[in-house]
Every structure is written in structure tokens, then in C-alpha cells.
């Protein structure tokens, strides 16, 4: 079992709609979350990150996180065609020097 | 703001040959972390550097090297290249100075093609 597990889709969408994307991790001790949005062939670029329980919004973007049951969602609302991405999910593990640990990605189709 | 920086961003490689990769941090950013992308895969975590000592190891072969300067860059040496080392390579830096989560971000990274 991967520690953080994705599903890798494609997930489509329509346009204006609702974009759910999810992430589950194995460890407990996990303490931090983001959400990194990668187009084909270039970096990761760190859409949001969450600490604690509840939601966290940020323009379209709305991250959550269950610690309870080692959830983390992201939700982009109004998806728009340049949406059209993989979305990453990563956690930190405690400590000092983290270590991230990558999900294998998202695939999101947002169809015009 | 400034980004982190990479270079080179393309890199074509004959097998047994070597490479360096270098990567510039964000300014004040202390740590750098490498990691490795293979089509269509997840980045894998190499190596990370804080304060110029090596704070973490991952999936890292032992052909591989790196090293953080006084500076804060950090080069990342490749050894007897092999097929298999063609992927993008990224270099991400942080701040362990600001008392929260040492949030990633990421360089353009280096394509490495070996022939």
C-alpha cells in the first residue's frame, strides 16, 4: 500500500462545474498536507496546503482534511479548461526536516 | 518573487557518462530537496539538504551525489549514467526559519535524456 494513495482518473468535468479531487494517507503522524497542481513536462506548483481540520478556502479552491480518517480532499469550484491538470497530493511527515511524500497524481479533465 | 532555479533545463547524456545538475534556492530558503519524475510517475524523493548537511535520503542510487554549498546551492552529481536516469529532475527549496510547515516549492526542473 502506498502511503499516499490517489485515484489517478482522468476525472472529468464539465466546465463551471464542481472538480473533487482525493487523497488518502497511511500515516497518523502526518501533520502536513498540500495540494500541488503539475501540467505535462513542467513542476509542481503548490496550489494550497492545510494543517489542521476543517476546510480551508482560497479562491476556487477549497482544501479538507480529516486527520480522524486520514482524508485530505481539494475541491475546485467553477473548473475552468486551464484546470486541465494533474493535481498532486503530498503529506509531511512531523518532525524537523520533512519529508514529503507524493500521491501519484490526479489526472483533471475540465471539458469545455 | 524569486523562484528557484535551475539549470541546466535540458540535459542529453551518452550511457556511462556524467552529469550535474544544479539548482538555486529561493533567497533565505535553507533546505533543498531533489527529486526524480519518470513519465507518467509521482516525483520520488532523493536527497534533501539543510544547512549544508544532508538531512534526509530517499530512493537515491549510490551513483548518485549531492552536496549544498556555503551558498545554499545545491548540485546534484550522476555517475555512470544508465537508460533508466532519463527523467525530470527537481529541485525544491524551503524555509525552516519561518516556525510553520516547510512548504516545497518547486523549480522548472532538468530533463535528462540518456542515450
Known amino acids: 500500500q502506498k502511503e499516499v494513495e490517489q485515484n489517478s482518473g482522468p476525472l472529468s468535468v464539465p466546465e463551471g462545474a464542481i472538480a473533487s479531487l482525493n487523497c488518502t494517507y497511511s500515516d497518523r503522524g502526518s501533520q502536513s498536507f498540500f495540494w500541488y497542481r503539475q501540467y505535462s513536462g513542467k513542476s509542481p506548483e503548490l496550489i494550497m496546503f492545510i494543517y489542521s481540520n476543517g476546510d480551508k478556502e482560497d479562491g476556487r479552491f477549497t482544501a479538507q482534511l480529516n486527520k480522524a480518517s486520514q482524508y485530505v480532499s481539494l475541491l475546485i469550484r467553477d473548473s475552468q479548461p486551464s484546470d486541465s491538470a494533474t493535481y498532486l497530493c503530498?503529506?509531511?511527515?512531523?518532525?524537523?526536516?520533512?519529508?514529503?511524500?507524493f500521491g501519484t497524481g490526479t489526472k483533471l479533465q475540465v471539458i469545455p | 518573487a524569486a523562484g528557484v532555479i535551475q539549470s541546466p533545463r535540458h540535459l542529453i547524456k551518452e550511457k556511462r557518462e556524467t552529469a550535474t545538475l544544479k539548482c538555486y534556492p529561493i533567497p533565505r530558503h535553507d533546505t533543498v530537496y531533489w527529486y526524480q519524475q519518470g513519465p507518467g510517475q509521482d516525483p520520488q524523493f532523493l536527497i534533501s539538504?539543510?544547512?549544508?548537511?544532508?538531512?534526509d535520503k530517499g530512493s537515491i542510487p549510490d551513483r548518485f551525489s549531492a552536496q549544498q554549498f556555503s551558498d545554499y546551492h545545491s548540485e546534484l552529481n550522476m555517475s555512470s549514467l544508465e537508460l533508466g536516469d532519463s527523467a525530470l529532475y527537481f529541485c525544491?527549496?524551503?524555509?525552516?526559519?519561518?516556525?510553520?510547515?516547510?512548504?516545497?516549492?518547486f523549480g522548472p526542473g532538468t530533463r535528462l535524456t540518456v542515450l
Open positions: 539538504f539543510y544547512e549544508k548537511m544532508q538531512s
Open positions: 525544491a527549496s524551503s524555509a525552516t526559519w519561518t516556525g510553520g510547515t516547510d512548504t516545497q516549492y
Open positions: 503530498a503529506v509531511a511527515n512531523s518532525g524537523g526536516y520533512q519529508k514529503v511524500t
